[in-house]
């Protein structure tokens, strides 16, 4: 168990809305990311962090934010949430020796 | 981009070992080959990964070739709960820490 939590785990919104999805860790990381998960495109990384304030976009960070103001922290936002963003959001911390851990997932749609 | 190549489907009987291959004719010096698996509604999870020896750990073994162009998973006696899509990836912690996954292959297994 890597400490990792993601919430909420299911949410369903409107087109337009703002959205926010937070990652929570336990065990003091420096790396976190978060990723999303469709059919036929697998796991891509959206943003990532490398410290407290220290952020930097991945493969796919249009019309996302993310912001960490504490270590056990990573947001991801969605200012203006479009259909194209449901998907599944998978939270991620990167262990000592290289290897990532992952959360068990946030469900999003939006309708 | 070093990448790598999976077969898209094994098959494999209750408590018979699997060999999982997996190509990487690209691969550098730098790069860390590492192992995940999915399984049906939950996150990844990290199995292992080396660098130019074997690894064994209590999930799996990870037997690298020599020149390092290809390397495969074994699980040594396949459960029931090991049916999952199961993801190589090169990964250099230098590459903007984007650890890019692929399809993976997808192992079922059969009782």
């Known amino acids: 168990d890597a400490g990792i939590t993601q919430s909420p785990r299911h949410k369903v919104t409107e087109t337009g809305t703002p959205v926010t999805l937070r990652c929570h860790q336990t065990?003091?990381?420096?790396?976190m990311y978060w990723y999303r998960q469709d059919p036929g495109h697998g796991l891509r990384l959206i943003h990532y962090?490398?410290?407290?304030?220290?952020?930097d976009k991945g493969e796919v960070s249009d019309g996302y934010s993310v912001s960490r103001s504490k270590t056990e922290d990573f947001l991801l936002t969605l200012e203006s949430a479009t259909s194209s963003q449901t998907s599944v959001y998978f939270c991620?911390?990167?262990?000592?020796?290289?290897?990532?851990?992952f959360g068990e997932g946030s469900r999003l749609t939006v309708l | 981009d070093a990448k790598t190549t999976q077969p898209n489907s094994m098959e494999s009987n209750e408590e018979e070992p699997v060999h999982l291959p997996c190509n990487h004719s690209?691969?550098?010096?730098?790069?860390?080959i590492h192992w995940y698996r999915q399984l049906p509604s939950q996150g990844p999870e990290y199995v292992i990964h080396?660098?130019?020896s074997n690894v064994n750990n209590r999930m799996a073994s990870l037997a690298i070739a020599e020149d390092r162009k290809s390397s495969t998973l074994i699980l040594h006696r396949a459960t029931l709960r090991d049916a999952a899509v199961y993801y190589c990836i090169l990964y250099w912690e230098g590459n903007n820490n984007d650890m890019r996954f692929g399809a993976g292959t997808r192992l079922t297994v059969k009782p």
């Open positions: 991620a911390i990167r262990g000592f020796t290289g290897e990532l851990f």
């Open positions: 065990e003091n990381h420096r790396y």
């Open positions: 690209t691969i550098s010096g730098t790069d860390y």
């Open positions: 080396g660098l130019t």
């Open positions: 962090s490398y410290g407290v304030k220290d952020t």
